[in-house]
């Protein structure tokens, strides 16, 4: 169906002048329109949730309704009471004409439209220890704001996400194919991120035994915090919202945390080809952390505190170790464009994760100050 003939079937005021594809998702398809009338513009993001990744693509909408009002009532209720010193924002969803949450296209995908938060952007890397301070008070304020969410309300939206032991059996499983057969045995760095992979198989399970035992529990979380998922104002540089809220279920806040750090401290990207640019920045994680405790500080635990190192380690293995077996399967959850591009992503998070852990110790320094 056309994009023009889709949006229409939303309750957006205003002539449509412009639809353009807009971000850089791994996940879903995302396009910018914009609507005028005599005088004023409005921008909407227009969104096809990927149904390859999301295998109930109504539940991250119903999801998405009970956030949204959630959020929405106490953000306004802490603005009237003056609690914060800038106005934090959340995309609200745009109904139908139908008045449903979304438009079911004819092949049965999900769209939806959400507002824009604009005088705003986001980057794809970290712009320095004032950005990545703005990072962490913007993660940390979230966290805040679900805190107090009653996690009955959100559906699982993905089953096994952010589980890496469930990473490390996919990619078992994956291993066991001809086509990753094929692919390892033609490439001497495929072998090498293989055996990266089998030096570290213990860390895959340092976040869930804590669970077990008791030392960790779950709270809700976002499931993706990356660089590009945090908006700073561009008025005043500061952090104003988190958005992509798709994966927000009950889970470790430390998987934002190291997620969020894997992201904001690697000044090379996601795609960096040169390996020797890809190192952990600790002055961007000294600033990240810094904002990050300042709103969130109150409710981190001593438990808490003992596994921040573990997280860091953690989130660029897994995140790695997704891309590799999304490699060795042939490319069906990333989108990608070309046929390396995964291969490339795992190289570079494996990469981070050596650099953590050369600098372990002056990492646990900078977390025991905080
Ligand atoms: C995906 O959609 P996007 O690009 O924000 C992925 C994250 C990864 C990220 C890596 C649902 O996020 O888990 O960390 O790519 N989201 C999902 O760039 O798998
Ligand atoms: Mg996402």
Redesign the pocket.
């Known amino acids: 169906m056309e994009l023009s003939l889709l949006i229409s079937k939303f309750n957006i005021k205003g002539r449509l002048v412009a639809i353009q594809p807009f971000g850089n ?4 398809d995302t396009f910018l329109a914009i609507y005028r009338n005599t005088f004023s513009e409005t921008q909407v993001i227009l969104q096809r949730v990927n149904r390859n ?1 999301f295998p109930e693509p109504e539940v991250i909408m119903e999801n998405m309704h009970e956030l949204t009002k959630h959020c929405h009532e106490k953000l306004e209720s802490d603005a009237e009471k003056g609690r914060d010193d800038r106005v934090w924002q959340m995309p609200r969803i745009i109904k139908a004409k139908d008045s449903k949450d979304y438009v079911l296209d004819d092949k049965g995908d999900v769209w939806r439209v959400i507002t824009r938060i604009m005088s705003a952007h986001a980057f794809d890397i970290a712009q320095g220890p004032e950005h990545a301070m703005e990072c962490g008070a913007a993660l940390g304020h979230f966290h805040y704001l679900i805190s107090d969410m009653d996690p009955k309300v959100l559906k699982d939206p ?1 089953p096994g996400f952010h589980i890496t032991s469930n990473y490390l059996k996919n990619y078992d499983a994956t291993l066991e194919t001809q086509t990753a057969k094929e692919l390892l045995g033609a490439s001497m760095e495929a072998k090498r991120l293989a055996k990266f992979i089998e030096e570290r198989r213990d860390l895959a399970l340092c976040l869930e035994t804590a669970e077990k035992k008791g030392e960790l529990k779950k709270r809700m979380f976002h499931g ?1 915090p ?1 660089v590009n ?1 945090i908006m700073i104002d561009d008025v005043t540089g500061k952090g104003t919202a988190m958005i ?1 809220l ?2 927000v279920s009950p889970g470790l806040i430390h998987l934002d945390f190291g ?1 969020a750090l894997r992201s904001i401290c690697n000044p090379a990207g ?1 795609e960096e080809t040169n390996l020797a640019k890809v190192v952990f920045d600790e002055d961007l994680a000294t600033a990240f952390c810094k904002g990050y405790m300042r709103e969130a500080g109150t409710f981190m635990t001593d438990a808490d505190r003992a596994y921040l190192f573990d997280s860091i380690r953690l989130l660029p293995f897994e ?1 790695g170790l997704r891309f590799f077996q999304d490699y060795l399967a042939g490319n069906v959850y ?1 989108k990608t464009t070309q046929p390396e591009q995964n291969l490339n992503r795992a190289r570079v998070q494996f990469r981070l994760c050596e650099s953590i852990e050369a600098r372990e110790r002056s990492i646990r320094n900078v977390l025991a100050r905080l």
């Open positions: 998702g791994n996940i879903n990744v993905l993706d990356k998922n992509d798709d994966t997620d996601e995140l990333f």
